[in-house]
């Protein structure tokens, strides 16, 4: 973690980064705002706020679900439902492509939209809900260029400059438009810092044509904020951070700039995918893909209040690979416990019945009640190394932490004192944790099963009434030993072996794959509906005296965002005592890869 956030330019993470950190904006005279480092790391927003975004409950891009007024609605109302129930919420975003192709961010899409965003607007407004808008900012994303891009169009014609021409000032009168029409959160999407007119393409350098777009946006968005102080902008894809796998080395590649800080509320850290980090549940996977995002962000210099994890999805699309509501239990805590003071809920929240409503409501108010009154850091190792890890929230009453053990092993971890002013925890409570192994809490320690998360309270947050329950849908192992087994590569992206196995214990198997450098290699096969099954392309196939015996995966799965790993198990009651089996490994990835294969008795 980085101690100081004032030292951020001496890591000079690229070329980039350290020329804009030579040329500092103009005065605050002139931007209309100070920039100071007593205020750098200070969130904007006063307390946590917690965001309604309806991204997921359709897909437009990895699905074909449109965004309509009444599905829109829809979700309304169910927000509306819940919050009865106790749930909080301070914001509903519209995400992307509410807007029609020719109207320049200024006009909604029909027929979708017959009567515009009126309704909803005035909707939101009688009901203490804060409207919020999605833009793909200097992006041509199923929107045509308006009159006033033109002569700011790139030469491709798919991305405008934010210093030359016209689109610069149109876009920001756009933004003042929608606020003057009640929208108090805008989310700024798919920004390409590159994009510059043919002539400023052949006469400055790629470094020039970032540095004056990023100068220029920024700059604007500092006026803007300044006239309506009340704005919440976040920023999300192209405005820093290597978010496809959490095998990229760090420092990030395309760095984090800190004078974003005084604009943006938060920053997001990648739409939810499986990690790099094998688990025999999937979901399991696509949390640590979020906790490690938050993690390098926060290494990045960013402050974890004004990280956005964007971390909880559920939602019956492609997006979130028709999750539907599996896992969402330990994905919420997680969102809530990574200390990001913009909490964002995406999907179809219709899902969530009455019962789960007010488990949410407990969940929220714990979080947001510490994170408010307290501080959160982070512990351990580095998630997508598959190392322990955790974060902790503490206040003058108490503490949580919430600890993950990614690896295939049991582990036993340390949850530090989060404070010189904090007693040693000791007398804890288990708040929550997944079925199967049953976490052993012994003071400041806790061992967890491979795969597992759990919940830790302290001092106030060890009563009783902070309990979260079990969560039934991910089952984690009560025992885990490896087995040996050397793999041989028999053809191209195919592994095989074969292995003597002890009755009585399930058969866990793990396949990894790497480029020939020795990097981990991901694949990508597309989203639906056309996309290919993993499973199709990451084949597992176990014999015995030969026959095939029946392998339980969870990563068979349309996934958009592409895989690196496959995890099956085969039931004890499957194997035959005594007769060696044949492990076969085997990946369709066109260009070369190495596979790794291991394999583990467990018992549950």
Request: aromatic share 12%.
């Amino acid at each position: 973690m980085v101690g100081c956030i004032l030292c951020v330019s001496t890591l000079a993470r690229s070329s980039c980064f350290a020329q804009q950190a030579r040329k500092p904006s103009r005065p605050a005279s002139t931007t209309g705002a100070s920039w100071s480092p007593q205020k750098l790391g200070t969130p904007i927003a006063r307390d946590p706020i917690f965001v309604y975004n309806n991204w997921s409950s359709y897909d437009e891009l990895s699905d074909n679900v449109p965004l309509t007024e009444q599905l829109a609605m829809r979700e309304f109302d169910e927000m509306l439902r819940l919050r009865k129930l106790g749930v909080r919420f301070d914001y509903y975003m519209m995400d992307a492509f509410w807007f029609a192709n020719d109207g320049g961010y200024r006009k909604w899409k029909t027929p979708n939209w017959p009567n515009g965003p009126d309704l909803w607007i005035k909707r939101c407004q009688a009901a203490g809900i804060k409207p919020g808008l999605w833009f793909s900012t200097n992006t041509l994303v199923k929107i045509a260029a308006a009159p006033e891009w033109r002569d700011s169009l790139n030469k491709k014609g798919d991305a405008m400059s934010f210093y030359e021409g016209g689109f610069l000032p149109d876009f920001m009168g756009t933004l003042q438009y929608w606020y003057d029409r009640g929208i108090r959160m805008f989310k700024f999407d798919f920004v390409d810092f590159n994009a510059a007119t043919p002539h400023a393409e052949v006469s400055q350098t790629r470094e020039e044509i970032r540095l004056r777009n990023v100068t220029a946006l920024r700059e604007a968005l500092v006026r803007f904020r300044t006239k309506n102080p009340d704005v919440v902008l976040e920023a999300f894809n192209g405005f820093g951070g290597d978010l496809e796998s959490t095998a990229s080395p760090f420092p990030f590649r395309d760095p984090v700039d800190l004078r974003w800080l005084p604009v943006f509320d938060a920053e997001y850290a990648g739409d939810p995918r499986p990690s790099d980090v094998p688990e025999s549940s999937f979901w399991r996977s696509m949390d640590v893909y979020s906790d490690h995002m938050v993690r390098r962000f926060e290494q990045s210099g960013l402050p974890l209040a004004r990280i956005d994890s964007t971390g909880f999805m559920v939602g019956k699309t492609g997006t979130i690979y028709y999750r539907g509501l599996h896992a969402w239990r330990g994905a919420l805590i997680l969102m809530m416990a990574r200390g990001g003071w913009v909490d964002t809920v995406h999907g179809n929240l219709e899902l969530i019945n009455e019962q789960d409503a007010r488990w949410f409501a407990k969940v929220q108010s714990l979080f947001l009640s510490i994170k408010s009154l307290g501080r959160t850091k982070t512990f351990g190792g580095i998630p997508g190394e598959g190392q322990a890890y955790g974060f902790g929230s503490v206040d003058p009453d108490g503490a949580v932490y919430t600890v993950v053990n990614p690896g295939q092993r049991v582990e036993h971890i340390e949850m530090p004192r989060l404070s010189q002013e904090q007693k040693q925890p000791e007398g804890g409570r288990l708040l929550f944790h997944d079925d199967g192994f049953e976490p052993r809490l012994d003071y400041d320690h806790v061992e967890l099963g491979p795969g597992q998360m759990a919940v830790v309270g302290y001092g106030k947050y060890a009563l009783p009434q902070y309990e979260m329950g079990v969560q039934m849908d991910v089952v984690i192992p009560r025992e885990i030993a490896p087995i040996t087994a050397e793999f041989r590569q028999v053809e191209k992206g195919v592994i095989e072996t074969t292995a003597d196995v002890s009755t009585g214990w399930t058969l866990r198997l793990v396949m990894r794959q790497h480029s020939p450098d020795g990097t981990i290699r991901r694949t990508w096969a597309g989203g639906p509906p056309t996309g290919t099954s993993m499973g199709k392309l990451f084949r597992m196939e176990v014999t015995q005296a030969g026959r095939s015996l029946p392998i339980s995966v969870d990563y068979d799965r349309v996934i958009w965002s592409g895989l690196s790993w496959a995890v099956g198990e085969i039931k004890e009651r499957e194997i035959k005592p005594g007769v060696p089996i044949t492990v076969r490994f085997s990946s369709s990835e066109k260009d070369p890869v190495t596979l790794e294969g291991e394999l583990y008795r467990v018992k549950y």
